[in-house]
């Protein structure tokens, strides 16, 4: 039996991938309600989106009407609170343990009962997100991949204390959504991030030990690979920040060197070289936008 879902909440909705989760839901025909810490992040993502949906009309996705029947299916808030009268709460918070497990202690609070919790997290473990938080059998997770409002997997995990009908719910909410849901275990990094994480640090370390430009890199591996999108390319988009902060949740806890941070990359962000969203990072962008059309 699965739950029916109407009104979804996005935690960290003024973020990356935060914004991206709340065009999913509201384009599938669910309300949402994005919440994040400061108003103008919000409102900073809520151009973004109605640029995203301006350039769908241009292009003939949707009408005029059908992209001002979705905007008005969403809404922004700083409280909390307003999160109470949904079904779904999708956080898409910054990628620390302690951070998440205090959002779902007080999202327990002030959710109803049978509000489901789920995790954007790439690292963490869904379990320990969980851990704690009075609703440990309504937590799932579901790993939406950047630009989530382009990309259509959804990495599913229960964790050890999800109820299968939290499981199925989700799942349903997925595939309503237009997404294509896969299972993984509750495992860091689950499929995508176990095999990338490392990828994108061995990437860095060709740069920085001057294999090749990062033009060169991914230069080949598109040609070589048929890849869309090279991984230099690619860890701009992400942010050079983001891969950092999976670095971190990731190392400590499978010990592959690999997946440690590379010097380099510690130097990119502490120069503020974070990729696309800073201007700069392996390229140079004039356009400082999240996401395009
Ligand atoms: N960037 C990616 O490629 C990617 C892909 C898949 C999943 N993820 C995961 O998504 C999550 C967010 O990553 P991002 O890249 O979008 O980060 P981001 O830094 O772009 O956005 C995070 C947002 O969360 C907000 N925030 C932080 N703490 C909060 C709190 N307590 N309550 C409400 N809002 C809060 C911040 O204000 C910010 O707007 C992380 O768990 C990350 O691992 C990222």
Redesign the pocket.
């Known amino acids: 039996m699965t739950q029916v879902i109407k009104t979804v909440g996005v935690?960290?909705a003024?973020?990356?991938?935060?914004a991206g989760i709340a065009i999913v839901a509201a384009r599938a025909g669910f309300e949402t309600v994005s919440?994040?810490?400061?108003q103008e992040?919000l409102e900073r993502a809520a151009s973004q989106t109605a640029g995203f949906f301006g350039k769908s009309v241009e292009r003939g996705k949707m009408s005029g009407v059908e992209r001002d029947t979705v905007l008005a299916r969403m809404s922004t808030t700083t409280d909390l609170g307003a999160l109470a009268g949904c079904d779904l709460v999708i956080e898409?918070?910054?990628?620390e343990l302690g951070?998440k497990q205090q959002?779902f202690r007080d999202l327990n609070g002030v959710c109803a009962e049978h509000t489901i919790l789920a995790s954007?997290?790439?690292?963490l473990s869904i379990t320990e997100i969980a851990s704690a938080c009075g609703r440990e059998d309504r937590v799932v997770g579901m790993?939406?991949?950047?630009p989530a409002q382009l990309m259509k997997l959804i990495e599913m995990s229960p964790g050890m204390n999800t109820s299968q009908q939290t499981f199925d719910t989700a799942w349903a909410f997925a595939e309503q959504a237009g997404q294509t849901p896969v299972k993984t275990q509750d495992k860091p990094g689950f499929i995508l991030n176990a095999l990338l994480v490392p990828f994108n640090n061995d990437v860095i370390r060709a740069v920085e030990a001057g294999v090749a430009t990062p033009a060169d890199i991914d230069a080949a591996i598109k040609t070589a690979l048929g890849y869309k999108m090279g991984p230099c390319e690619l860890l701009d988009l992400?942010?050079l920040d983001?891969q950092l902060?999976?670095c971190e949740a990731f190392y400590p806890v499978t010990l592959d060197v690999r997946s440690s941070a590379p010097p380099l990359l510690r130097r990119m962000v502490a120069a503020g070289h974070l990729g696309r969203k800073s201007g700069r990072g392996f390229f140079t962008y004039e356009n400082k936008a999240m996401f395009g059309g």
């Not at 919440?35 to 400061?38: A, H, I, R």
């Not at 898409?92 to 990628?95: G, K, L």
């Not at 790993?143 to 950047?146: E, G, I, Q, S, V």
Request: glycine content about 16%.
């Open positions: 935690c960290g003024g973020g990356t991938m935060g919440y994040d810490l400061k992040t898409a918070v910054f990628e951070i959002l954007n997290t790439s690292t790993h939406f991949c950047l992400i942010g983001t902060r999976l």
